[in-house]
């Protein structure tokens, strides 16, 4: 978890994307001027989050691949997931959530960690440092969607401005004594039996706990920190 804070009224861009997010109506084209930095875009996304009524439960990180990280100079991004948007899973039983019709939707199969402590709020996390944090490790699927159809087709920037593309998650089971395997963990998402994708904790460079430092540090930068939970 981590700490929300008021913020400012909000931006034409976060006031729009959140409104759209509340009635789930689709946005046709990018509400103003689009971000040209991650620094810009965080700043929407902090403004936003101030608009937005309900707790940050946890974030997503998102690959960002090349030649954007390269321009935009990070691998990765991050958006908040609410409270109200996280579901568990029950074995065998389906686990239903909305999209907006006319925005982005998508489902993507996820390594959760929780962590036992709350972190200190400094720079300078690493992949070492941030695993004594984590109490728990969970699988789960993030309910990736916005507003915007094409938020993902115009750079990270575009897409971390609004909630980093993220609608909710979805817990699953918990992953057992996964300091010794997590970094060898792969995943499968089928549709109907049907595999539609394979991955696995090696997926993104230097794995969950490099991602998980990365947001610490994020986090540290935009005055904001993670709670155990």
Request: aromatic share 8%.
């Amino acid at each position: 978890m981590s700490h929300a804070h008021d913020n400012s009224s909000g931006s034409p861009i976060a006031r729009a994307f959140t409104h759209a997010r509340r009635t789930a109506t689709a946005v046709t084209a990018y509400p103003g001027v689009q971000p040209d930095s991650l620094d810009v875009a965080y700043a929407v996304q902090d403004e936003a989050i101030a608009l937005w009524p309900d707790r940050i439960a946890g974030w997503k990180l998102g690959r960002v691949n090349a030649p954007w990280d390269e321009r935009f100079g990070a691998g990765r991004l991050a958006g908040p997931i609410f409270a109200k948007t996280v579901r568990t899973a029950v074995e065998g039983q389906p686990t239903p959530f909305g999209v907006i019709e006319g925005g982005f939707a998508a489902v993507e199969a996820e390594y959760v960690l929780e962590l036992a402590d709350t972190a200190v709020d400094r720079d300078g996390w690493t992949a070492e440092t941030a695993a004594d944090l984590v109490g728990r490790v969970f699988v789960g699927v993030e309910i990736a969607g916005s507003p915007f159809a094409e938020i993902n087709g115009h750079g990270p920037a575009v897409t971390a401005s609004d909630f980093g593309n993220n609608a909710g998650l979805i817990l699953g089971a918990e992953i057992s004594d996964w300091r010794n395997r997590l970094s060898g963990l792969t995943c499968t998402t089928a549709i109907d039996g049907e595999i539609v994708g394979t991955g696995g904790a090696a997926s993104i460079p230097n794995g969950p706990l490099d991602s998980l430092a990365f947001l610490l540090n994020l986090l540290h930068r935009r005055g904001r920190r993670l709670e155990a939970g």
